[in-house]
Structure formats: structure tokens, C-alpha cells
């Protein structure tokens, strides 16, 4: 069965301060797409990353930065140098294929981590 | 700017009460997807449109129903809503065009059942 585990429940942190949110993964698949999305308090879910199965290479986005290891099913997101703006719950997930040939795609998510920012 | 519209932002209903949400959007995307998220939990999908093909996820309660009369515009019918229903209900929209595409979300809709 595919599953998302996010085990850190809520991190605090001070601003400038580096964190890393972690992701574990189960799928039986192949060929699988991670994903992390972004949910500030407005409610918003707010795409952040995709990564196909095939592609380990990290990827670095400004302050973000996102680690994938198929070896330890982990795909964890580090954000460099913190800012209040990032406060927020962050949410990994995986996308199960089956309709329409991967057209559309179900998101199995974590139970996601709610990071706390401190000025 | 292209979006991903809900309306409304709140809404209150009477246990039983029938009450329906929306969803607009404007990026033109063949498929729209409805999401249920209780307080503290991850985003559960409870069904999908591709076009007009209706995908219903195993385990929805017969007590959710969709509509979608266009590409624009799609609906979330409870019909009978519990205590149990309260929770944010999320609308989201890809592209069919490549694969597992990212799903642009809207600001949800928060229900209150009294």
C-alpha cells in the first residue's frame, strides 16, 4: 500500500536558522511522483516541488533545497536560512497512477509538519 | 491571474441541512479534484472529473455527490451533513497533458455543521 510518513508532528525554530522536514515513502511502484506543498494559515495548498522516481539528482531552489534517496525511501526538504514567511504546514505526498494513464493522479499525503518560524 | 476560486470561504450548516460548495477556476485545466481535510489531518480525495467522467474514490460516503456542468465550474453536494463532516473541503485542478502533473489548489472551503 502506498504511505506517506511525515514523523515530525511541529518544529520550532528561529529565524535564520536552517531546518529539514522529513519524508519517508512506501509504494510497490516503479514509477512513482513526490511532491511537497505548502499550506499557510490562509488555507491555501501551494505547490512547491515534483520529482519523478527516476531523477535522484537534489534540487536547489533559492533557500530550499530538497533531498531525494531511494535507497532509504526518503525525500526531505531543507529550507536554508529560515524566515517567518515560512511558517506554515508542509505537507510530502505521493502520487498513485492508475486513471487515464497518469492524466490524473491521486496524492496519498503525509499527516504533514507545521513549522513555526520565531522572530 | 489565473486561479483557483471557492466560494464561499465559510460555511455554517444544520446537521442534515443539504449544503453546497463550489469551485471555479480559470486555468482552463480538464481536471478538477475535491479534497476533504479534517482539523490536524492530510487532505483526503474524495472524487475527481476528467472532462465529464466522474471518479468516485472507494471509500467516499454515498453522502458526497458532485456536479460538474462545465470545465469552469464544479460542485460539492452533502447531503445530509453529520457532526463528522465538519472539516476544510479543498478544490484543485490539473492539466491531463504529461504525467502526474502538480494539482493547483484553492483556498478551501471550512464547514461547520451545528
Known amino acids: 500500500a502506498q504511505k506517506v510518513t511525515q514523523a515530525q508532528t511541529e518544529i520550532s525554530v528561529v529565524e535564520k536558522e536552517d531546518v529539514t522536514l522529513d519524508c519517508v515513502y512506501e509504494?510497490?511502484?516503479?514509477?512513482?511522483?513526490l511532491f511537497w506543498y505548502k499550506q499557510p494559515p490562509s488555507g491555501e495548498l501551494v505547490f512547491l516541488i515534483r520529482?519523478?522516481?527516476?531523477?535522484?539528482q537534489n534540487e536547489i531552489s533559492g533557500r530550499y533545497s530538497w533531498n531525494f534517496q531511494k535507497s532509504t525511501s526518503s525525500f526531505n526538504f531543507t529550507i536554508t536560512a529560515s524566515q517567518v514567511v515560512d511558517s506554515a504546514v508542509y505537507f510530502c505526498?505521493?502520487?498513485?497512477?492508475?486513471?487515464?494513464?497518469?492524466?490524473?493522479?491521486?496524492?496519498?499525503f503525509g499527516t504533514g509538519t507545521l513549522l513555526a518560524v520565531q522572530p | 491571474d489565473a486561479m483557483v476560486i471557492q466560494n464561499p470561504r465559510y460555511q455554517v450548516t444544520q446537521f442534515g441541512k443539504p449544503v453546497t460548495l463550489s469551485c471555479s477556476q480559470t486555468l482552463n485545466h480538464n481536471v478538477m479534484y475535491w479534497y476533504q481535510q479534517k482539523s490536524s489531518q492530510a487532505p483526503k480525495l474524495l472524487f475527481h472529473?476528467?472532462?465529464?467522467?466522474?471518479?468516485n474514490e472507494a471509500d467516499t460516503p454515498d453522502n458526497f455527490q458532485s456536479r460538474r456542468p462545465n470545465t469552469s465550474f464544479c460542485f460539492l453536494d452533502i447531503r445530509s451533513p453529520g457532526l463528522g463532516d465538519a472539516a476544510m473541503y479543498l478544490c484543485a485542478t490539473s492539466r491531463p497533458t504529461g504525467v502526474h502533473n502538480e494539482q493547483f489548489f484553492g483556498p478551501g472551503t471550512r464547514l461547520t455543521v451545528l
Open positions: 520529482r519523478n522516481s527516476f531523477d535522484e
Open positions: 505526498a505521493l502520487s498513485e497512477a492508475g486513471y487515464y494513464g497518469g492524466a490524473t493522479n491521486k496524492l496519498i
Open positions: 472529473y476528467y472532462d465529464k467522467d466522474f471518479n
Open positions: 509504494t510497490r511502484d516503479t514509477t512513482y511522483y
